[in-house]
């Protein structure tokens, strides 16, 4: 599930210019990619706190705020490091491939 996170960053990165997203829009992100893959998404609460372990890990940093949903993500690593881990496994490369709504 956390690499799918890590999926749902790259495709949010990637196809924008933007340098940091909600924890509510990357949700959606994975979710779309969950959908895709018909693998079943978690509930937002454990998505937050597979986040908060992502950040934990340095892959990403998490802002403050009262509503999880608006904490701001801003991704620590570059989309290429992201990619070319997930090279040769069909699986991570078909999410990689999502396009971005």
Do not use: W
Not at 14 to 29: D, F, I, V
Not at 63 to 79: N, P
């Amino acid at each position: 599930q956390q690499q799918m996170v890590l999926c749902a960053l790259a495709n949010t990165f990637q196809h924008s210019r933007k340098k940091a997203t909600t924890l509510g829009e990357l949700n959606k992100s994975y979710i779309e990619i969950c959908r895709s893959t018909q693998v079943p998404a978690v509930g937002m609460l454990e998505f937050s706190n597979m986040c908060m372990i992502l950040s934990d890990q340095g892959y990403l940093k998490l802002g403050q705020s009262k509503e999880d949903k608006l904490r701001r993500v801003t991704l620590q690593i570059d989309i290429s490091d992201i990619t070319f881990a997930f090279k040769g496994s069909r699986f991570f490369e078909k999410c990689l491939e999502q396009p971005k709504f």
